[in-house]
């Protein structure tokens, strides 16, 4: 790992959608909605994803794809990028975790890290 990798944070936070959801069908739905931030000296673009998303059953599923909602957002230095997505899960409880591929202003790539959130309906885990 770069220094690099150090320069990106990333903070999550995770609401459920009780109108999309259906429990009877063990549908459902969360969204997520993040923060890129830029600690670097250099502007970084967001290149891909690698997510993994893991259900109550233990059941997990790889995601990977170019860039964030359509984009491949550059992030200058001292800047940061929002957006919020979705995921469905056929369990009350999951969590979600993986990795961002950037690309620094220099052509150097590196990853960073998306820490592990949890997905739950209200009052799941209390």
Not at 6 to 26: F, G, K, M, R, T
Request: no cysteine; proline share 4%.
């Amino acid at each position: 790992m770069s220094h690099l990798d150090d320069s990106i944070e990333v903070d999550v936070i995770s609401e459920y959608l009780a109108d999309q959801s259906v429990p009877d069908e063990q549908r459902y739905v969360f969204a997520y909605h993040i923060r890129i931030l830029n600690h670097g000296d250099q502007a970084a673009t967001l290149r891909s994803r690698h997510w993994f998303i893991a259900n109550g059953n233990a059941d997990v599923q790889e995601v990977n794809g170019e860039g964030v909602v359509g984009e491949q957002p550059t992030i200058e230095p001292g800047g940061n990028f929002d957006y919020s997505s979705g995921a469905v899960l056929a369990t009350q409880v999951g969590s979600m975790r993986g990795y961002y591929v950037m690309e620094a202003a220099d052509g150097t790539l590196f990853h960073a890290t998306i820490p592990v959130f949890t997905l739950a309906i209200p009052h799941a885990l209390n």
